[in-house]
Protein backbone atom coordinates (compact mmCIF):
# COMPACT_ATOMS: atom_id res chain seq x y z
CA UNK A 1 0.00 0.00 0.00
CA UNK A 2 2.65 1.91 0.77
CA UNK A 3 4.59 1.72 -2.42
CA UNK A 4 1.06 2.44 -4.25
CA UNK A 5 1.03 5.78 -2.57
CA UNK A 6 4.70 6.12 -3.11
CA UNK A 7 4.01 5.68 -6.91
CA UNK A 8 0.93 8.05 -7.16
CA UNK A 9 2.87 10.85 -5.61
CA UNK A 10 5.61 10.34 -7.89
CA UNK A 11 3.29 10.49 -11.25
CA UNK A 12 1.56 13.05 -9.76
CA UNK A 13 4.60 15.30 -9.66
CA UNK A 14 6.06 13.85 -12.72
CA UNK A 15 2.09 14.97 -14.64
CA UNK A 16 2.63 18.30 -12.62
CA UNK A 17 6.61 19.12 -13.72
CA UNK A 18 5.70 18.24 -17.71
CA UNK A 19 2.48 20.80 -17.04
CA UNK A 20 4.85 23.15 -16.07
CA UNK A 21 6.79 22.99 -19.34
CA UNK A 22 3.59 24.42 -21.11
CA UNK A 23 3.17 27.89 -21.78
CA UNK A 24 0.03 29.17 -19.25
CA UNK A 25 -3.34 30.22 -20.81
CA UNK A 26 -2.76 33.96 -22.11
CA UNK A 27 -4.91 35.85 -19.99
CA UNK A 28 -6.97 38.12 -21.17
CA UNK A 29 -7.78 34.74 -23.19
CA UNK A 30 -7.31 34.67 -27.20
CA UNK A 31 -7.55 32.48 -29.92
CA UNK A 32 -4.11 34.04 -31.35
CA UNK A 33 -0.87 33.57 -29.10
CA UNK A 34 2.17 34.26 -30.69
CA UNK A 35 5.03 33.69 -28.32
CA UNK A 36 7.96 32.70 -30.73
CA UNK A 37 6.61 36.55 -32.65
CA UNK A 38 6.14 35.41 -36.02
CA UNK A 39 3.08 37.52 -36.41
CA UNK A 40 2.81 41.49 -36.88
CA UNK A 41 0.22 43.46 -34.44
CA UNK A 42 -1.90 43.55 -37.93
CA UNK A 43 -1.67 39.69 -39.19
CA UNK A 44 -2.49 38.27 -35.27
CA UNK A 45 -5.07 40.84 -35.00
CA UNK A 46 -7.20 39.99 -38.38
CA UNK A 47 -6.40 36.34 -37.70
CA UNK A 48 -8.09 37.09 -33.89
CA UNK A 49 -11.21 38.77 -35.28
CA UNK A 50 -11.68 36.07 -38.13
CA UNK A 51 -11.24 32.79 -35.27
CA UNK A 52 -13.43 35.07 -32.94
CA UNK A 53 -16.07 35.52 -34.89
CA UNK A 54 -15.87 31.79 -36.00
CA UNK A 55 -16.19 30.79 -32.89
CA UNK A 56 -19.14 33.18 -31.67
CA UNK A 57 -21.06 32.52 -34.75
CA UNK A 58 -20.74 28.18 -34.44
CA UNK A 59 -19.05 27.76 -30.92
CA UNK A 60 -16.18 26.22 -32.56
CA UNK A 61 -12.74 26.92 -31.17
CA UNK A 62 -9.85 27.27 -33.29
CA UNK A 63 -6.77 27.83 -31.38
CA UNK A 64 -3.67 29.13 -33.15
CA UNK A 65 -0.05 29.04 -30.91
CA UNK A 66 3.33 29.63 -32.04
CA UNK A 67 6.00 28.44 -29.53
CA UNK A 68 10.16 29.24 -30.23
CA UNK A 69 10.90 25.77 -29.21
CA UNK A 70 9.69 22.44 -27.95
CA UNK A 71 11.92 21.80 -25.15
CA UNK A 72 12.39 18.78 -25.83
CA UNK A 73 8.97 17.13 -27.07
CA UNK A 74 7.25 15.54 -29.96
CA UNK A 75 5.42 18.52 -31.54
CA UNK A 76 2.13 16.12 -31.74
CA UNK A 77 2.55 15.09 -27.62
CA UNK A 78 3.14 18.87 -27.32
CA UNK A 79 -0.15 20.12 -28.98
CA UNK A 80 -2.36 17.56 -27.77
CA UNK A 81 -1.02 18.27 -24.18
CA UNK A 82 -1.38 22.24 -24.61
CA UNK A 83 -4.48 21.64 -26.10
CA UNK A 84 -6.09 19.61 -23.42
CA UNK A 85 -3.91 21.83 -20.84
CA UNK A 86 -5.55 25.01 -22.19
CA UNK A 87 -9.01 23.10 -22.18
CA UNK A 88 -9.74 24.30 -26.02
CA UNK A 89 -13.08 23.69 -27.23
CA UNK A 90 -16.74 23.37 -25.45
CA UNK A 91 -16.35 20.32 -22.84
CA UNK A 92 -19.83 19.46 -24.27
CA UNK A 93 -18.87 18.99 -27.75
CA UNK A 94 -14.83 18.61 -27.83
CA UNK A 95 -15.23 20.95 -30.59
CA UNK A 96 -11.47 22.18 -30.37
CA UNK A 97 -8.56 22.56 -32.86
CA UNK A 98 -5.18 23.31 -32.31
CA UNK A 99 -2.86 24.92 -35.07
CA UNK A 100 0.68 24.87 -33.19
CA UNK A 101 3.68 26.05 -34.93
CA UNK A 102 7.05 26.25 -34.40
CA UNK A 103 9.22 28.70 -36.87
CA UNK A 104 12.40 27.20 -38.40
CA UNK A 105 15.95 28.86 -37.26
CA UNK A 106 19.16 28.49 -38.03
CA UNK A 107 19.81 25.14 -36.38
CA UNK A 108 16.70 23.33 -36.26
CA UNK A 109 13.77 22.46 -38.76
CA UNK A 110 10.35 24.49 -38.60
CA UNK A 111 7.61 22.42 -37.85
CA UNK A 112 3.67 22.39 -37.37
CA UNK A 113 1.01 20.20 -36.10
CA UNK A 114 -3.15 20.82 -36.13
CA UNK A 115 -4.36 18.66 -33.29
CA UNK A 116 -8.22 18.01 -33.93
CA UNK A 117 -10.25 17.84 -30.57
CA UNK A 118 -12.55 14.38 -29.96
CA UNK A 119 -16.05 16.07 -31.67
CA UNK A 120 -14.13 16.68 -34.70
CA UNK A 121 -11.96 14.02 -36.08
CA UNK A 122 -14.53 13.04 -38.50
CA UNK A 123 -14.91 16.24 -39.96
CA UNK A 124 -11.27 16.92 -40.01
CA UNK A 125 -9.50 13.38 -40.33
CA UNK A 126 -6.15 13.05 -39.98
CA UNK A 127 -5.53 12.41 -43.63
CA UNK A 128 -7.13 16.09 -44.29
CA UNK A 129 -5.21 17.39 -41.42
CA UNK A 130 -2.27 16.86 -43.04
CA UNK A 131 -3.23 17.71 -46.65
CA UNK A 132 -4.35 20.94 -45.03
CA UNK A 133 -0.34 21.34 -43.26
CA UNK A 134 1.08 20.15 -46.58
CA UNK A 135 -1.15 22.40 -49.35
CA UNK A 136 -2.29 25.28 -47.28
CA UNK A 137 0.65 25.99 -45.28
CA UNK A 138 4.45 24.35 -45.49
CA UNK A 139 4.84 25.82 -48.94
CA UNK A 140 4.00 29.46 -47.72
CA UNK A 141 6.44 28.54 -44.44
CA UNK A 142 9.00 27.94 -47.10
CA UNK A 143 8.98 31.26 -48.42
CA UNK A 144 8.86 32.96 -45.10
CA UNK A 145 5.12 33.92 -45.29
CA UNK A 146 4.24 32.40 -41.88
CA UNK A 147 0.62 34.44 -41.95
CA UNK A 148 -0.29 33.19 -44.96
CA UNK A 149 0.03 29.99 -44.01
CA UNK A 150 -1.74 30.36 -40.87
CA UNK A 151 -4.54 32.18 -42.23
CA UNK A 152 -5.12 29.77 -45.74
CA UNK A 153 -4.95 26.78 -43.18
CA UNK A 154 -7.75 28.15 -40.27
CA UNK A 155 -9.90 29.28 -43.70
CA UNK A 156 -9.99 25.45 -45.09
CA UNK A 157 -10.61 24.35 -41.10
CA UNK A 158 -13.31 26.81 -40.96
CA UNK A 159 -15.06 25.81 -44.18
CA UNK A 160 -14.70 22.21 -43.49
CA UNK A 161 -16.12 22.79 -40.15
CA UNK A 162 -18.80 24.67 -41.15
CA UNK A 163 -19.70 22.17 -43.61
CA UNK A 164 -19.37 24.51 -46.58
CA UNK A 165 -17.73 21.23 -48.28
CA UNK A 166 -16.64 18.02 -46.59
CA UNK A 167 -13.28 16.43 -46.50
CA UNK A 168 -13.71 13.99 -49.64
CA UNK A 169 -14.32 17.27 -52.02
CA UNK A 170 -11.40 18.71 -50.22
CA UNK A 171 -9.21 15.96 -51.21
CA UNK A 172 -10.33 16.15 -54.39
CA UNK A 173 -9.51 19.62 -55.19
CA UNK A 174 -6.12 19.36 -53.87
CA UNK A 175 -5.82 15.72 -55.36
CA UNK A 176 -3.83 18.05 -58.51
CA UNK A 177 -7.19 18.50 -61.20
CA UNK A 178 -8.34 14.92 -61.33
CA UNK A 179 -5.95 12.83 -63.59
CA UNK A 180 -7.06 9.24 -64.40
CA UNK A 181 -4.23 6.93 -65.21
CA UNK A 182 -6.99 4.24 -65.98
CA UNK A 183 -9.10 6.92 -68.68
CA UNK A 184 -5.48 7.72 -70.16
CA UNK A 185 -4.87 4.24 -71.02
CA UNK A 186 -8.86 3.60 -72.20
CA UNK A 187 -7.85 6.60 -74.37
CA UNK A 188 -4.72 5.58 -76.12
CA UNK A 189 -5.06 1.80 -77.03
CA UNK A 190 -8.83 1.99 -77.71
CA UNK A 191 -10.01 5.42 -78.94
CA UNK A 192 -6.69 6.06 -80.30
CA UNK A 193 -6.30 3.54 -82.79
CA UNK A 194 -10.03 3.20 -83.54
CA UNK A 195 -9.93 7.14 -84.50
CA UNK A 196 -6.73 7.11 -86.71
CA UNK A 197 -7.52 3.19 -87.85
CA UNK A 198 -10.32 4.91 -89.59
CA UNK A 199 -8.76 7.93 -90.77
CA UNK A 200 -5.92 5.94 -92.83
CA UNK A 201 -9.24 3.87 -94.04
CA UNK A 202 -10.33 6.57 -95.27
CA UNK A 203 -13.31 6.82 -93.22
CA UNK A 204 -12.72 9.48 -91.11
CA UNK A 205 -14.76 12.62 -90.89
CA UNK A 206 -15.65 15.72 -88.64
CA UNK A 207 -18.90 14.88 -88.77
CA UNK A 208 -21.89 11.69 -88.53
CA UNK A 209 -21.38 8.31 -86.59
CA UNK A 210 -17.64 8.39 -87.15
CA UNK A 211 -16.88 11.09 -85.31
CA UNK A 212 -18.54 9.96 -82.19
CA UNK A 213 -15.02 8.27 -80.67
CA UNK A 214 -12.92 11.39 -80.77
CA UNK A 215 -16.37 13.46 -79.21
CA UNK A 216 -16.37 10.29 -76.52
CA UNK A 217 -12.91 11.09 -75.16
CA UNK A 218 -12.29 14.17 -75.89
CA UNK A 219 -16.02 14.61 -73.65
CA UNK A 220 -14.87 12.15 -70.80
CA UNK A 221 -11.16 13.88 -70.40
CA UNK A 222 -12.82 17.16 -70.09
CA UNK A 223 -15.69 15.69 -67.50
CA UNK A 224 -12.45 14.50 -65.56
CA UNK A 225 -11.18 17.46 -65.11
CA UNK A 226 -14.78 19.50 -64.62
CA UNK A 227 -15.41 16.95 -61.65
CA UNK A 228 -13.05 18.36 -59.38
CA UNK A 229 -13.67 22.15 -60.05
CA UNK A 230 -16.55 24.08 -59.30
CA UNK A 231 -17.35 25.75 -55.61
CA UNK A 232 -14.21 24.46 -54.39
CA UNK A 233 -11.91 26.44 -56.83
CA UNK A 234 -11.08 28.96 -54.40
CA UNK A 235 -11.11 27.99 -50.94
CA UNK A 236 -10.20 31.53 -49.76
CA UNK A 237 -13.86 32.49 -49.62
CA UNK A 238 -14.80 29.88 -47.47
CA UNK A 239 -13.86 32.25 -44.64
CA UNK A 240 -13.54 35.58 -45.42
CA UNK A 241 -17.01 37.00 -43.73
CA UNK A 242 -14.94 36.46 -40.20
CA UNK A 243 -12.04 38.67 -41.42
CA UNK A 244 -14.02 41.67 -40.37
CA UNK A 245 -16.63 43.09 -38.46
CA UNK A 246 -19.04 41.41 -36.08
CA UNK A 247 -17.77 40.92 -32.46
CA UNK A 248 -14.25 43.00 -31.99
CA UNK A 249 -11.36 41.67 -30.61
CA UNK A 250 -11.46 40.86 -27.03
CA UNK A 251 -14.93 39.29 -27.08
CA UNK A 252 -13.50 35.74 -26.89
CA UNK A 253 -14.18 34.72 -23.29
CA UNK A 254 -11.87 32.06 -22.61
CA UNK A 255 -11.43 28.18 -23.39
CA UNK A 256 -14.31 25.60 -22.65
CA UNK A 257 -12.80 22.38 -21.19
CA UNK A 258 -12.34 20.64 -24.82
CA UNK A 259 -10.44 17.28 -24.66
CA UNK A 260 -8.16 15.85 -27.70
CA UNK A 261 -7.84 12.29 -27.87
CA UNK A 262 -4.84 11.87 -30.96
CA UNK A 263 -6.25 12.93 -33.71
CA UNK A 264 -4.44 15.34 -36.51
CA UNK A 265 -1.24 15.58 -38.91
CA UNK A 266 1.77 17.68 -39.14
CA UNK A 267 4.74 18.20 -41.04
CA UNK A 268 8.47 19.94 -40.84
CA UNK A 269 10.01 22.69 -43.36
Known amino acids: MKKLFTYIILLFLGTSLFAADL ?9 VTDFANVLSATEKTGLERKLVN ?3 ATSTQIAVVTVPELVGYDISDYAFRLGEAWGVGDARFNNGILVLVKPRTRSEQGEVFIAVGYGLEGVVPDATAKQIVENEMLPLFRDGNMHAGIDKATTVL ?3 TKGEYNHQQYAKQVGGG ?11 FFIFPLIFGRKRRGYYSTGGRSSLPLWLAL ?3 GGSRR ?11 GGGSFGGGGNSV ?12 GGGAGGRW
Open 54 to 56: FFA
Open 23 to 31: PKRPMPPTL
Open 227 to 237: SHGGAFNNFSS
Open 250 to 261: GSFGGFGGGSFG
Open 219 to 221: GML
Open 178 to 188: GFNPFLLFFVI
Open 158 to 160: ISL
